[in-house]
């Protein structure tokens, strides 16, 4: 059983950074791979990053290329979303997923990660 845990939200200017982390217990993420989604209110979840941890392949939703950033810790027990630029729009709740069998060419679609965390809020102000 894998449990995530998320933390590094809060509050950030427009232009700001933010890094999320989100860490796992009872093992390593190293054979998983690991998708940060994110809820805005009234919004459904949208994927905004992949991470296949044993090879470093990513993936990233196209509104948040060249401004985020995922990467997992030398231990691999941990994987950061080093969000860089923040506008208004990336306020949401997000979330880190975790599954063994989960493709890159998928990791837009939340209901195949197994293990979630719990989500930790991001407000960007203008």
């Known amino acids: 059983e894998v449990q995530l845990v998320e933390s590094g939200g809060g509050l950030a200017q427009a232009g700001g950074s933010l890094r999320l982390s989100c860490t796992a217990s009872g093992t390593t993420l190293e054979k998983y791979a690991v998708g940060w989604f994110r809820q805005a209110p009234g919004k459904g979840r949208e994927a905004v990053s992949y991470?296949?941890?044993?090879?470093?392949?990513?993936v990233y939703t196209d509104s948040v290329k060249g401004r985020f950033t995922v990467a997992a810790s030398n231990d691999k027990a941990t994987v950061y979303l080093q969000m860089n630029n923040l506008k208004p729009e990336d306020t949401a709740v997000y979330f880190c997923?975790?599954?063994?069998?989960?493709?890159?060419?998928?990791?837009?679609?939340?209901?195949?990660?197994?293990?979630w965390g719990q989500g930790t809020q991001v407000t960007v102000s203008s």
């Open positions: 991470l296949k941890v044993s090879d470093g392949s990513t």
């Open positions: 997923a975790a599954d063994a069998w989960v493709h890159k060419d998928f990791f837009g679609n939340p209901v195949l990660f197994h293990y």
